[in-house]
């Protein structure tokens, strides 16, 4: 063990003990537990002024930690805006009792292992210290049992735990939302059928892909779906997350009368050795993955479809894992919502430039209509200026400026200063926590049905 420093369940609210958090500069001391997702270092890209730069880390000595360590020196030695992070790290197999116990931060960080996360968070939570976790929370129904658990806890205890949502930050997810508000674009929300749900959501993932400008090593425990959690629970709950925000914004939600699992099914992705080789830098499958490999190909339970009701709506969640993206692309979303008088649809293929981009496709394309969108882009406008719309043989395609596009990776900044003034605010908005429930229920119930 080693010390070292790199220099570089409730719908109520949940209320802060006193001291409460005041915006004060530093007086957010951050906690970064067992790092093994390139996502506890997002957090760090960019420093904030409640923010002190001296960052605990607790962790076992490994890859892992040298990967995200790595990470943060990157971005205290980059040319443009670099950050100034001084990490003290704690290595040790002791690192999660070495954290309760010194108790040094307010906040903590957890990015990684989803198998151990569920326990991470309630072990930090019992001990009086806010939760900021990375998605998801929670991999299967006996996870989801202890999240309740822990978010009892955070209310009892005064702390919060908030999960990091960065699709909500999205230009076009905002704008899909904002054009689904508007009774004269939109209508109302269908029903929909499980045939023709009324809200789809899919996204297709890589396992090999580049972060910060670097191609990225994957941890070999991210191809086991018992550490890692399988496609319908691990990535599907920002795909849920978005159902709820955008169909019922505001809306406390409760998972025990309002979702209704109709079905739900899984498939694999087959990696081959070679593959596996060169994203996690390993000269062979390790022990643990011996059950999923057949013919020195290895399975991985990473796709996800879910077909469930929300309060009456019909909605579909799928998830998809390829190896690599095709050239020039990343990772895809498509959304599509249904309303009485309009499609509005996120693509992103190849006809957008693998640009997120939407569109509004009115059931009944006539003048009257053409008046009443323009007279809501006015609106829209004012809220995001420079946003245009471009009429096409199906509708419009909304134009959303370069300056909105601002990437994936800039949202998890965004997340962050969203929980620092709901520290300060003492509370998360009533709707979060019991939807943070309905959500991980929805997965891990999906998962259950689909095994």
């Known amino acids: ?133 990375d998605k998801p929370m929670a991999i299967d129904v006996k996870n989801f049992e202890l999240l309740k658990q822990a978010f009892a806890s955070a209310q009892q205890n005064g702390v919060l735990l908030y999960d990091i949502m960065t699709e909500r930050f999205e ?52 191809f086991d779906v018992r550490q890692q959690g399988e496609g319908i629970v691990a990535v599907t709950p920002q795909l849920v997350d978005l159902v709820q925000w955008e169909c019922f914004p505001d809306v406390i939600l409760d998972y025990t009368q309002d979702i209704e699992i109709i079905s ?36 991985v339970y990473s796709n996800g479809e879910i077909n469930y009701q929300l309060k009456g709506k019909h909605a579909k969640i799928v998830v998809v894992w390829n190896y690599a993206a095709p050239e020039g692309a990343g990772d895809t979303h498509y959304s599509l919502m249904q309303g009485s008088k309009a499609r509005l649809i996120i693509r992103q293929g190849a006809e957008q430039a693998y640009k997120p981009t939407l569109f509004v496709e009115p059931v009944e394309n006539n003048p009257a209509y053409e008046a009443a969108l323009n007279g809501f882009l006015t609106k829209v406008q004012a809220k995001y200026p420079g946003i245009e719309l471009k009429k096409n043989d199906a509708g419009w395609e909304v134009l959303t400026p370069a300056k909105y596009h601002n990437g994936h990776e800039a949202h998890f900044g965004q997340v962050t200063e969203h929980f620092l003034q709901y520290l300060t605010d003492g509370k998360l908005p009533d709707w979060e926590v019991p939807n943070m429930i309905a959500k991980y229920y929805t997965t891990t119930k999906a998962l259950e049905m689909a095994k």
């Open 171 to 222: 230009i076009t997810t905002m704008l899909q939302k904002e054009f689904s508000l508007s009774p004269e674009v939109f209508g109302v929300l269908d029903d929909g059928s499980p045939e023709s749900p009324s809200v789809t959501k899919e996204s297709v993932h890589h396992f090999a892909k580049f972060v910060s400008g670097a191609a990225l090593t994957r941890p070999a425990w991210f």
């Open 1 to 133: 063990m080693s010390i070292v420093a790199l220099v570089a369940f409730s719908a109520c609210t949940t209320t802060v003990k006193k001291p409460a958090f005041t915006g004060a500069a530093g007086e957010v001391k951050l906690i970064t537990l067992d790092p093994g997702h390139f996502h506890a270092a997002l957090v760090q890209k960019n420093m904030y002024s409640q923010v002190s730069p001296n960052v605990l880390v607790y962790a076992p000595e490994g890859d892992d930690l040298r990967e995200h360590l790595a990470k943060i020196v990157a971005y205290n030695q980059r040319q443009e805006q670099p950050t100034a992070w001084n990490e003290i790290i704690y290595q040790g197999s002791d690192f999660l009792e070495k954290m309760l116990a010194e108790k040094k931060g307010n906040v903590m960080i957890t990015a990684g292992n989803n198998g151990k996360k569920t326990a991470y968070i309630k072990s930090a939570i019992d001990a009086g210290i806010n939760v900021l976790a």
């Open 264 to 299: 739900a099914k899984r498939w694999a992705t087959k990696i081959s050795k070679e593959q596996f080789q060169q994203v996690t830098k390993l000269p062979d499958f390790p022990d643990f993955l011996a059950g999923d490999i057949r013919n020195d190909t290895l399975y």
